[in-house]
């Protein structure tokens, strides 16, 4: 289990820090506890054991894990050093790279938080193994988003490979974080603040985040609504007659072949998300700014797309 490898790594730490204090601090598991009381635990236990600014926060778990010790180690005096140890996929592709960290609000998702660098990221493909099959497919979303939005030859690897990563052949999944490790690092490195570029790693997280907002933190995962969202968003660009038809086929197929779902879940209509999608990040004023698709591996920003659109294709999905 995650908590056993857990346990393995401190105990490394323990015996190879001799002259270093090691606490732990355990948090709980799930989308639901990314809130401030959860954070707040972290500076108790820093606190109450007297930790000073050479003090190096350790994130050893999934993505959750990983923006809450991120954004505790951005604040605690002001900074302190942390390293990511992410144990999913989601994480090890996506989350513990780049250094956006961050808890929930109730009205909205990411919401409080700081761009923070961990010193380092430390990826052991050997976690994956421990993942349950629904948490492992979650975190293909991410990696599908990469061939989406910049780099055509590995979506083309994906469509491929799909049934070597479903199986977690070991040679397949170190060459997929690889490269969707290097994807995201390209981009964070020309727009580390997300003044630019870097908002193309929102494809389709617009209408997840609502989503997630929505049904309440946990009760989908990041990646399953992620998959939702993007699927949303290409057909958003096939509306706009940026994409094929033919190519949002592709998707969907892709999504299905990595069993994640592909459409919205019962219940949850236009009327419930255009008023989350408002309170995204991206927005400017009152338009809702969003990522999508000219071609498969071309992604643009834009805010030219009336909610008429959004609402149309929310309605058919």
């Known amino acids: 289990s995650n908590e056993t490898i857990a346990s393995l790594y401190l105990a490394a730490c323990e015996k190879t820090l001799v002259d270093y204090q090691v606490n732990k601090v355990i948090l709980p598991d799930g989308e639901r506890y990314k809130t401030l009381a959860t954070w707040q635990t972290i500076f108790d236990d820093l606190l109450a054991q007297q930790h000073v600014r050479s003090t190096t926060l350790l994130a050893l778990g999934g993505g959750v ?6 954004f505790a180690a951005a604040c605690y005096m002001r900074g302190v050093n942390y390293i990511q140890v992410p144990t999913t996929l989601l994480a090890q592709v996506d989350s513990a790279v780049g250094g956006k960290t961050a808890v929930n609000h109730p009205a909205g998702k990411n919401m409080i938080g700081a761009f923070y660098q961990p010193s380092c990221v430390l990826i052991d493909t050997t ?8 948490e492992y497919c979650a975190g293909l979303a991410e990696v599908i988003k990469y061939g989406l939005i910049r780099d055509a030859e590995f979506w083309e690897w994906l469509q491929d490979n799909m049934p070597a990563l479903l199986a ?12 969707s490790c290097q994807n ?3 981009i964070v490195a020309a727009d580390e603040r997300e003044s630019g570029q870097r908002a ?8 997840a985040h609502a989503l997630e907002t929505m049904l309440g933190y946990g009760e989908i995962l990041h990646g399953e609504a992620v998959a939702i969202g993007m699927l949303v968003a290409a057909q958003v660009s096939e509306a706009l007659t940026w994409l094929s038809g033919e190519d949002v086929k592709k998707l969907e197929c892709i999504l299905k072949m990595a069993n994640l779902p592909t459409k919205l879940p019962k219940g949850v209509n236009a009327q419930h998300l255009l008023p989350l999608m408002k309170l995204d990040k991206k927005v400017v ?5 969003l990522v999508l698709l000219q071609s498969i591996g071309h992604a643009v920003i834009t805010d030219e797309v009336g909610p008429d659109v959004i609402e149309r294709v929310l309605r058919a999905s």
Request: no cysteine; net charge positive; charged share 20%.
């Open 200 to 207: 193309l790693l929102n494809y389709g997280h617009t209408f």
């Open 184 to 186: 995201k690092a390209d």
């Open 127 to 134: 976690t994956l193994q421990t993942l349950p099959e629904r």
């Open 168 to 179: 977690r052949d070991s040679q397949a999944v170190a060459y997929m974080i690889s490269r």
């Open 65 to 70: 894990v990983g923006d809450i010790t991120g």
């Open 285 to 289: 004023g009152s338009t809702i700014r």
